[in-house]
């Protein structure tokens, strides 16, 4: 399948689980409260299935453009004629509070679905490179606060970490949302100390390696030593007498310290026979191996073909994981503490990046739209479950804290109308309420058009 088709394959699954969730809130509540739910539907325009619930009435709908959904109760507009025998169950005839519990089931159904996701991720367990620190740049923000290279961070923000995963998610979210950034080190020597590094990030704040670079440090990326795994069988490794477990340490007497050297070296001398220098189970000996020639594709973007040499063998990571890598995997309550808190700070810093941007201290740059939200649902799907579970719960809370903004459309706009209502002691006029839906309509179309805009830039 095409990565676009994957891709927008991935973007409809993530869409239809996430507008499910949300608008299974509202009906779940709905329902509890004693409202009449005329029609639940995931997606909007022509309906591709249906079907009418036997005992509750309810129809039940997926259409066809996957880009939202709603849930149709009983007099919700105050344009429908209710009937007197059902006028207990119309939505408009319900108290305030029950009114509000309806609309805010929905981002709160979405707030609790990425606390399962996160919790799910922490109870299955992440594995990843134990957060050891490379390279400190003389001068740095990291060198002054008295970071040195091979230091092990063991927690941010006072919480503990295992990974580096772990490690970019804390510091990130210790600069969004602060001035300094604590970090918990223990050094190669084994003493721990406690470092405070000063956030420098007033408006563009970058991700990843690129974060860690402008603090002044990297990762630690160990090379991966040039040990063998499995053979193919008949292929040149297998013919030579190599055997799985040897560690190639020179070829034509040049020393091998990395398995990238070692593909190098095969790639580069197809049917060139090389003189090598193995050890096997503490055994040093010579070995000849000539490999095969093979024709292979150029890169994307490249056209026709190139020849390499390939031998038939795979890498041996038994004992590098051993050593650099590390599982993070908690036991049930544990792991929901973390999902929780994991939800609670995705959701403080996606509130944060929002008002950074309305007051323009931070890049609108950064505002994805549709195009690359499918982007990254094939990417994470194609990862693996627990790439694309933290993918949804990612999206599922930015869903939560968006829907709560007071603009009118939005939950959030509902909200803000009964805290009104409930303040004046009775509802905004039907003329302001419509000045209202014109400006949310306005604020939203312009809020997508943006959106799209970046993901046409990053296309291009």
């Known amino acids: 399948m095409g990565s676009g088709l994957y891709a927008l394959l991935a973007f409809v699954v993530a869409i239809g689980i996430l507008v499910t969730v949300h608008e299974f809130g509202h009906f779940w509540v709905a329902r509890r409260v004693g409202v009449k739910v005329l029609r639940f539907s995931v997606g909007f325009g022509r309906p591709l299935w249906r079907r009418i619930g036997q005992k509750d009435g309810t129809e039940y709908v997926i259409a066809a453009l996957p880009l939202g959904g709603y849930v149709k109760m009983l007099g919700e507009s105050g344009d429908d004629e209710v009937p007197?025998?059902?006028?207990?169950?119309?939505?408009?005839?319900?108290?305030?509070?029950?009114?509000?519990?309806?609309?805010?089931?929905?981002?709160?159904?979405?707030?609790?679905?990425?606390?399962?996701?996160?919790?799910?991720?922490?109870?299955?367990?992440?594995?990843?490179?134990?957060?050891?620190?490379?390279?400190?740049?003389?001068?740095?923000i990291s060198a002054l606060s008295g970071m040195?290279?091979?230091?092990?961070?063991?927690?941010?923000?006072?919480?503990?970490?295992?990974?580096?995963?772990?490690?970019?998610?804390g510091i990130l979210g210790s600069v969004v949302l602060g001035d300094e950034i604590p970090l918990e080190i223990v050094s190669s020597s084994g003493v721990a100390q406690k470092l405070l590094l000063q956030n420098p990030f007033r408006e563009n704040i970058p991700e990843g390696m690129e974060l860690l670079e402008q603090l002044g440090f990297t990762m630690s990326r160990p090379p991966i030593p040039p040990r063998l795994g499995e053979l193919v069988s008949g292929g040149a490794a297998e013919l030579s007498g190599l055997e799985d477990g040897d560690l190639i340490l020179s070829v034509e007497g040049e020393e091998i310290t990395s398995w990238r050297e070692w593909v190098e070296?095969?790639?580069?001398?197809?049917?060139?026979?090389?003189s090598l220098i193995i050890e096997r189970d503490g055994v040093i000996f010579p070995l000849q191996l000539t490999p095969?020639?093979?024709?292979?594709?150029?890169?994307?973007?490249?056209?026709?073909?190139?020849?390499?040499?390939?031998?038939?063998?795979a890498v041996d990571l038994t004992q590098y994981r051993k050593e650099h890598y590390r599982e993070a995997q908690y036991g049930p309550l544990e792991a929901l503490v973390r999902g929780t808190e994991k939800s609670w700070e995705m959701a403080s810093m996606t509130l944060q990046v929002m008002g950074r941007m309305v007051v323009g201290a931070t890049s609108t740059d950064g505002l994805s739209g549709p195009i690359s939200i499918a982007r990254y649902a094939g990417i994470s799907m194609e990862s693996g479950v627990v790439p694309f579970l933290s993918f949804l719960g990612l999206i599922s809370v930015s869903l939560g804290v968006l829907n709560l903004l007071p603009v009118p459309l939005l939950d959030g706009g509902h909200l803000f109308y009964y805290l009104v209502e409930w303040v004046r002691g009775e509802p905004l006029s039907e003329s302001a309420m419509a000045f209202g839906q014109r400006l949310g309509i306005v604020f939203l179309v312009g809020l997508m058009s943006l959106a799209l805009y970046n993901d046409l830039l990053r296309l291009m």
């Open 84 to 140: 007197e025998a059902d006028r207990e169950r119309s939505f408009d005839s319900q108290p305030l509070s029950a009114r509000a519990a309806i609309v805010a089931a929905g981002p709160l159904f979405n707030f609790i679905f990425a606390i399962i996701a996160f919790s799910s991720i922490q109870m299955v367990g992440v594995s990843g490179m134990k957060p050891v620190v490379g390279e400190v740049h003389e001068g740095s």
């Open 148 to 169: 040195h290279s091979g230091d092990e961070i063991i927690s941010v923000g006072g919480r503990p970490v295992r990974i580096w995963q772990q490690a970019l998610e």
């Open 265 to 274: 070296w095969v790639r580069e001398s197809p049917e060139q026979q090389l």
């Open 292 to 313: 095969a020639m093979v024709e292979v594709e150029l890169p994307a973007g490249e056209s026709g073909k190139e020849v390499i040499g390939r031998i038939g063998v």
